[in-house]
């Protein structure tokens, strides 16, 4: 992809510089210098233990602070859709927060429920399903927090710039992220018949959200701009919430309570952390 499909105002403004991986020869943008892109396995992850948010929070406050921020910033919250996507004849289960609004908002045959948009869908990813309790990370159901701009030909909402300085303001501002540490890795997604560019937010380790510019679709096989535009957001709720605790494993992080009372019930009152740690990391 030419280096303009990544160039973003905000980069430009603050003063990021655009970086290459000294493992994976992938480029980045960011505000510090890096040797690596930051993301396993180029680099371990170093938010176990210290997290880099200001404050720890639950799942649900998690969601509750994401949400809260885009309404702020001009979004209306709308409710998550059923996991099973019965208004598509191509799949049977929402894998992703867009989902709900493919083909038909799309395709503009229907309307989206507000435009810019917050929502945080529960999806399914069956892929993920053998991974369940190995990783330490992987779920069998997770909530994909995401902000929606459909850019219709004639009533355009934003794009590159604006999505950036979003999810830079959400890291930075609102859960005290250090600037210096987010790293923005040039990518390129397809799904559904759709593709475009994409940013991968990486820091701790982990990547932590992608911002999407759905712009093709494939004809035959061969890429067409689209009329509407989609700005496709995906944060992972779980996964926020993990790097804001920087627990051993995830489901510690999501699951606190329910592993608390478990560990009452069970008596399994001393859990050694350093077999956990090695468990995670060895899978
Ligand atoms: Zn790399």
């Not at 510090?32 to 210290?50: K, L, N």
């Not at 930075?172 to 991968?200: F, H, M």
């Not at 932590?208 to 093709?216: C, D, E, G, K, S």
Request: aromatic share 12%; hydrophobic share 35%.
């Amino acid at each position: 992809m030419p280096e303009s499909e990544y160039e973003v105002e905000l980069f430009r403004k603050q003063g990021f510089t655009r970086q290459t991986c000294g493992k994976c020869g992938k480029a980045f943008w960011s505000l510090g210098h890096h040797e690596t892109c930051g993301e396993a396995p180029c680099q371990e992850y170093d938010f176990i233990g210290s997290p880099p948010f200001k404050k720890k929070l639950t799942y649900r406050a998690m969601r509750e602070d994401f949400l809260s921020f885009l309404e702020q910033n001009g979004h209306a919250r709308v409710k998550r859709y059923p996991i099973v996507a019965r208004w598509r004849d191509d799949v049977f289960f929402v894998q992703a927060s867009v989902y709900p609004f493919q083909p038909w908002v799309i395709s503009r045959q229907a309307s989206p429920p507000a435009n810019p948009l917050a929502i945080s869908q529960p999806c399914v990813r069956f892929i993920d399903i053998d991974n369940v309790g190995k990783t330490g990370q992987h779920f069998t159901l997770f909530e994909m927090m995401a902000h929606h701009a459909f850019n219709f030909p004639d009533h355009p909402i934003y794009w590159k710039d604006h999505t950036v300085e979003l999810c830079q303001l959400f890291l930075t501002e609102r859960l005290g992220v250090d600037p210096a540490i987010v790293r923005y890795k040039e990518s390129w997604w397809e799904g559904g018949g759709n593709s475009g560019p994409c940013l991968e937010v990486v820091f701790g380790g982990a990547e932590a959200a992608t911002l999407v510019f759905m712009q093709n679709r494939d004809v035959n096989g061969h890429r067409v701009p689209m009329d509407t535009t989609v700005v496709d957001t995906g944060y992972g709720l779980e996964r926020l919430t993990w790097l804001s605790q920087g627990t051993t494993s995830a489901y510690e992080a999501v699951f606190g309570d329910a592993l608390a009372y478990l560990k009452r019930a069970t008596g399994a009152k001393r859990v050694d952390d350093r077999v956990l740690r090695e468990t995670r990391s060895a899978s």
